[in-house]
């Protein structure tokens, strides 16, 4: 899994950015049940998954803060 660009991000709408993060937190399950069940070997790819949950949902914020003002 690769990192997300900040500025690809932001160029998302919200409806979109949402859309990214329940995909990214499906893959999030699925990793998950595959580290469970033993099939999984690169454990890197859950901590960069997490890291792209997290910048998603920050630019998220970002944006709903800007059209809550």
């Given at each position: 899994?690769?990192?997300?660009k900040?500025?690809?991000l932001?160029?998302?709408?919200?409806?979109e950015?949402q859309r990214?993060?329940d995909n990214l937190?499906n893959?999030q399950?699925r990793?998950r049940v595959q580290k469970?069940?033993?099939?999984?070997?690169?454990?890197?790819?859950?901590?960069?998954?997490?890291?792209?949950?997290?910048?998603?949902?920050t630019?998220?914020?970002e944006?709903?803060?800007?059209?809550s003002?």
């Amino acid at each position: 899994m690769k990192p997300l660009k900040p500025e690809q991000l932001r160029r998302m709408t919200i409806a979109e950015l949402q859309r990214e993060l329940d995909n990214l937190r499906n893959e999030q399950y699925r990793l998950r049940v595959q580290k469970t069940v033993g099939e999984f070997k690169n454990t890197d790819s859950i901590r960069q998954l997490r890291r792209n949950i997290a910048r998603v949902q920050t630019i998220l914020n970002e944006k709903r803060r800007e059209a809550s003002v």
